[in-house]
């Protein structure tokens, strides 16, 4: 049998799951939010496909693109694009996923408000772990590498 050490899961598994939204929450102040905008806000996801796997939001609670005003897309847009210079100034990444999932048979955690996933990758980082074990090796704490992107985040004020 392998073991691997996943501390924030236990958070997770004891945890009351949230009955409020986990955006409009991290609106209020959230220890994993990044920074909130005018319109849009990004957050680290409490639960990474790797390190550094942010979500950007517009701060108003739509669950559709048909729902945003123009000037909230535009936005949304805008922090989507900024988060990835900060990613890439910050991280170094070789590349990105960068999507949203519209309905829950589309992979939506939190379908009632719009949220864009950005996920950086590097080379090399789908490893024998993922491979072999079906497991994802995050190497650093989310607070570690929230408290490294911030700064950066403080800059777009």
């Given at each position: 049998m392998k073991t691997l050490w996943?501390?924030?899961?236990?958070?997770?598994?004891?945890?009351e799951k949230?009955?409020?939204?986990?955006?409009?929450?991290?609106?209020i102040g959230?220890?994993?939010?990044?920074?909130?905008?005018?319109?849009s806000m990004v957050m680290m996801n409490k639960y990474p496909y790797i390190n550094g796997h942010l979500l950007v939001a517009p701060k108003r609670?739509?669950?559709?693109?048909?729902?945003?005003?123009?000037?909230?897309?535009?936005?949304?847009?805008?922090?989507?694009r900024e988060s990835i210079g900060i990613l890439?100034?910050?991280?170094?990444?070789d590349g990105f996923n960068v999507g949203l999932n519209l309905g829950i048979v589309a992979g939506a955690g939190v379908e009632q408000h719009l949220?864009?996933?950005?996920?950086?990758?590097w080379h090399g980082d789908t490893n024998a772990m993922t491979v072999f074990a079906e497991v994802r090796v995050i190497p650093e704490h989310l607070e570690a590498t929230c408290h490294n992107l911030k700064p950066h985040f403080q800059e777009l004020d």
């Open positions: 996943a501390p924030w899961r236990m958070e997770y598994i004891l945890d949230e009955k409020e939204c986990i955006f409009c929450v991290a609106l959230g220890n994993l939010t990044l920074y909130k905008g005018a319109l609670h739509v669950a559709s693109l048909d729902e945003l005003t123009m000037e909230e897309m535009g936005d949304l847009l805008k922090t989507v890439k100034k910050a991280m170094k990444p949220h864009f996933h950005i996920v950086p990758r």
